[in-house]
């Protein structure tokens, strides 16, 4: 494939108005009054959203937390409230095993602060590979309930290439070690619910295929591009509804 400069590859893989600042971890939320729980029908019988398991979103590579600002939005519409919902961030360029341990200190500390007992996980892009690392390799999976993950690039992205002189770019490209890891044996351990969202016209995902997880209910989503899943509020409220199902 061609090769292209990193910086080229940085404007591609961030939303337009995503900053560069990605060092801090610490959880955020406003609280504020939440909306009535949404209500659906299964058969005769309306089943409330369980919509206070508290979300951890984890951002792709260059993101940062305004990635999920549609995402919040949708989530608190959908009977979440702010304080339930925290943007974990993490430094683009490092290590995901890194990015993974301060994932795993990041849920803690919500956990901590909510007293919930588990968390539910949605990411974008890389965020799929700190996400496994952490469930599969640091045992996170005790403490997660669902795995909602998009555009993840869960088996490595060719696109990767353009941007190898980063160890994170390097774990992401298909057959690094990093991948071989996370993929070996059960890619969908523990009692944790797991589903992936994945589409043809995603453009950095590169076979776009590598999103899905063996074990987990895997979306083909007919057209979406990589950063258009952010402000898609169709596909953020079937994981709305995922996560509180």
């Known amino acids: 494939m061609r090769r292209r400069a990193p910086r080229r590859l940085l404007g591609l893989l961030a939303a337009p108005t995503v900053a560069l600042t990605l060092l801090s971890s610490a959880p955020t939320a406003v609280a504020e009054p939440a909306p009535a729980p949404v209500a659906h029908t299964v058969g005769a019988t309306a089943r409330t959203l369980a919509t206070n398991t508290p979300v951890v979103f984890v951002h792709g590579y260059t993101g940062n937390a305004s990635n999920w600002v549609t995402a919040m939005s949708v989530f608190r519409a959908s009977g979440w409230s702010s304080s339930n919902l925290f943007a974990y961030e993490y430094n683009s360029y490092g290590n995901n ?37 952490y469930l599969k390799v640091l045992g996170g999976n005790t403490s997660v309930s669902h795995l909602a993950s998009i555009a993840g690039a869960n088996h490595g992205t060719t696109y990767a290439g353009a941007c190898l002189i980063y160890t994170t770019c390097q774990q992401m490209y298909p057959g690094s070690s990093f991948i071989a890891q996370i ?31 063996d074990g987990a209910d895997n979306n083909n989503v007919p057209c979406q591009t990589h950063i258009g899943y952010l402000t898609d509020t169709v596909v953020l409220g079937a994981i709305a509804r995922f996560v509180a199902s």
């Open 97 to 133: 095993i890194t990015n993974a341990q301060g994932l795993a200190t990041f849920v803690n500390n919500v956990k901590a602060r909510t007293g919930a007992a588990k968390v539910a996980i949605v990411n974008h892009s890389m965020g799929g590979l700190v996400s496994q690392y």
């Open 183 to 213: 993929s070996a044996g059960d890619e969908t351990p523990g009692d944790t619910r797991y589903s992936t969202w994945y589409s043809a016209c995603d453009g950095i995902i590169l076979p776009y295929t590598s999103t899905r997880l």
